[in-house]
């Protein structure tokens, strides 16, 4: 059993920074690929960040230059780092981690955390 638990969101000012962090804890053996994806009011999940097992990450245009996702293998944790914060930054952000477990080290399979909320006034 995989759990995700993702943390630091809150509300701040246009132009400030937060840093989100999603930890996986359990029968873990590997974190693979891993994202981040937002969901605003009224709109559709969007992809924000992702990154490949071999470190190449993607990042959605809006966000570039802005954004960096890393992870943490020790601590199973993965993180988005978001710099330059805007009021269309306004989202539920989710991390999604493809994991193999200890029972199945070969076959990895998708989690998504809970959600954060972030919301950056004008």
């Known amino acids: 059993q995989v759990q995700l638990v993702e943390s630091g969101g809150g509300l701040v000012q246009a132009g400030g920074s937060l840093t989100l962090s999603c930890a996986a804890s359990?029968?873990?053996?590997?974190?693979?690929?891993m994202g981040w994806y937002r969901q605003a009011p009224g709109k559709q999940r969007e992809l924000v960040a992702t990154?490949?097992?071999?470190?190449?990450?993607n990042y959605a245009d809006s966000v570039k230059g802005r954004f960096t996702i890393s992870r943490d293998n020790v601590k199973n944790t993965v993180y988005l780092q978001m710099n330059s914060l805007e009021p269309d930054d306004t989202a539920v952000y989710y991390c999604?981690?493809?994991?193999?477990?200890?029972?199945?080290?070969?076959?990895?399979?998708?989690?998504w955390g809970q959600g954060t909320q972030v919301t950056v006034s004008s």
């Open positions: 359990g029968s873990i053996f590997r974190i693979n690929a």
């Open positions: 990154s490949t097992t071999g470190g190449t990450t």
């Open positions: 999604n981690l493809g994991i193999t477990t200890i029972a199945m080290p070969f076959r990895p399979i998708d989690y």
